[in-house]
């Protein structure tokens, strides 16, 4: 009987390695099929990522031999007009004159933001330790005569002693910007804020810059696409002072910092105020683009 047993349990051990057997040979199996998927899927992403960038590169390509094309024949038009207006004599004929004259200059910044716009996807930041309350109050002295003749107060609430990580240029390119849509949403006047916090991101740390103006004010249909190539708020699209790609250059310059900008609005009336963030001097990293 306990021979019996003895057999009976030999047999079922062998039933239950034979089992494990054929399932550590399907995990093995699954094993393989896995491997093989993420080499394929690497590959896949690689080739993609290639695919894009080769794609970016065209279109900046692209958009900077546009811009030439474009920008050559512009030169003479915007010289040339002004002087045929100032030799005829007809009332209506100057209007027409004039009409050209501002849709020359209308297509004429469309074509410098956008050159702009393909430059800042195309080329590296140097970025250095500067004081942001400086380039703050450089900004506000810059634009006083606007700001004063369009009844706009400014206040830097900057500390003196805020620093970030920037390319100077290019945040002065982004602040001018930024001011021109806030003065434009104020054609009666207004405040325009600056100010600054200190955020903690991925173990990094970055400046949280907020440009806050008392202007019309945004639904949330305009604040999600506020940084699109080409858009405008309703109330603009058919103003030729607006190209639709000032806040477009912002999102990049932004990001070629490491940054990220939104918007903020709680609706028509309240105003409306731009957040970004840039790194500041204790980030230690390196970025190629």
Known sequence: MIENLSEELDEKLKEKDAIIEELERKLRETEQKLNEFNRNLEQRVIERTVEVN???????????????????PLTP????????????????????????????????????????????????????????FDIVNELQKKYEVIFN?????????????V???????????????ISSNAVNSMPDGGALTFESKTIQRNNETFIQISV?????GLIREQTD????????????????????????????????????IWADSHGEGTGTTIHFTLPSPEVVFSRSF
């Open 163 to 177: 620093f970030i990580k920037t390319e100077k240029s290019k945040l002065m390119d982004l602040f001018d910007h």
């Open 77 to 132: 038009l915007i010289t040339l007009l002004p002087a045929i207006k100032n030799e005829v004599s007809n009332p209506k004929t100057k209007e027409l004159v004039d009409t050209c004259i501002r849709n020359a200059e209308y297509i004429r910044r469309v074509v410098n933001n956008t050159r702009k716009l393909a430059e800042v996807s195309s080329t590296d930041f140097l970025l250095k330790k500067e004081s942001l």
């Open 149 to 161: 003749s369009c009844n706009i107060k400014v206040e830097n609430n900057i500390s003196k002693d």
């Open 54 to 72: 080769r794609l970016l590169l065209h279109k900046t390509r692209f958009i900077d031999n546009l811009s030439h094309d474009l920008g050559t």
């Open 212 to 216: 806050s103006d008392t202007g019309v």
């Open 225 to 260: 696409h506020l940084f699109d190539e080409f858009y405008k708020v309703d109330d603009s699209r058919h103003k030729l002072d607006s190209t639709g790609l000032g806040l477009t250059i912002c999102k990049n310059i932004v990001e070629k910092h490491g940054g990220k």
